[in-house]
């Protein structure tokens, strides 16, 4: 076992604050990770503050888009060496037999997947932690490879905001030429931006803020119009041939898929806290599909860091010292960040 340095929530809405936790010893197909970056997800905060209906397990060490080196492989290890740039995602094992794990779907596996943290182990007993502490041990079937020359502070996000943004594009058909409208521009939405333009799309935002026009130009989409102002729905009314729609908060899903063309596609990310009124018309009038996506498996994870890499993307960060990460998710509440906090792992050692 390595005992290792963390960060941890002891109990539900607790302060993150030092922690000590036990990573297992590689075993014959295991890689051990030096964890240099980790990026903070929403998702997080849901967690690490038990808000996503209990059943929390704590102490929560938070924590899923993770980069490092790694610094120890198991006998069997094949294509990973110490010292190899490398990733985990926001799983880390699953059933491998069912027809999801089959098809490279991990992420739905029947028996469902290990969570990264805040899961159990295949054993059932034993509790899974994450990225904000020092190390941790994955098989190596659950790990990726970091492209070469890709900033590892800025390539963490991707593990999570990169593979939720990139999968609904390419399994609902995002092509060159295409009208793609992004709702939101925060962690997920910045992503969707780039990567929807990388593949050859129109881009245009839409979001409720105006002061954001400019940030949404900057970061590559052709348009930006603000939903707050009721005339934008009567202006672009069946104009988009797909919507990646990444907000969480109540929105009106009926008013935005009358933005799409005949035989357009919504997209649901964002997951709000009530159920959101669908009226049948909204579809049926123009043949239109309201759809949604999670993540992505381990191969489609390792084909969006490749493709990032091929054109230069990665995500728009604030790098944090792990003594910041109370600060950071109360500013994430308030929607002050651009567009993804990310922790150094070098300041925990100092920290604990």
Known sequence: ???????????????????????????????????????????????????WGGGGIFPMVPGHEIVGHVAEVGVEVAGFAVGDAVGVGCFVDSCRRCAQCTAGEEQFCEQDMTATYNGMERDGVTPTHGGYSTRITVDQDYVLRIPAGMPLDRAAPLLCAGITTYS???????????????????????????????????????????????????????????????????????????????????????AYLSLLKTDGTMILLGVPDAPVPLAAGALIMQRRKLGGSLIGGIRETQEMLDFCAEHDIASDIELIDIAQINEAYERMIRGDVRYRFVIDLATLDQAA
Do not use: W
């Open 1 to 51: 076992m390595h005992r290792t340095s963390a960060y941890a929530a002891a109990t539900p809405k607790a302060l993150l604050a030092p922690h000590a936790i036990e990573r297992r010893a590689p075993g014959p197909r295991d890689v051990l990770i030096d964890i240099a970056y980790c990026g903070v997800c929403h998702s997080d905060i849901h967690q690490a503050r038990d808000e």
């Open 168 to 254: 609904p594009m390419k399994h609902y058909g995002v092509h060159s030429g295409d009208r793609v409208a992004v709702v939101g521009l925060g962690g997920l939405g910045h992503m969707a931006v780039k990567i929807a333009r990388a593949m050859g799309a129109e881009v245009t935002v839409l979001s409720t803020s105006e002061g954001k026009r400019d940030d949404a130009l900057a970061l590559g989409a052709h348009a930006f119009a603000a939903t707050g102002d009721k005339g934008t729905f009567k202006r672009l009314a069946k104009t988009f041939d797909k919507i990646i729609d990444t907000v969480s908060a109540a929105h009106d899903y009926n």
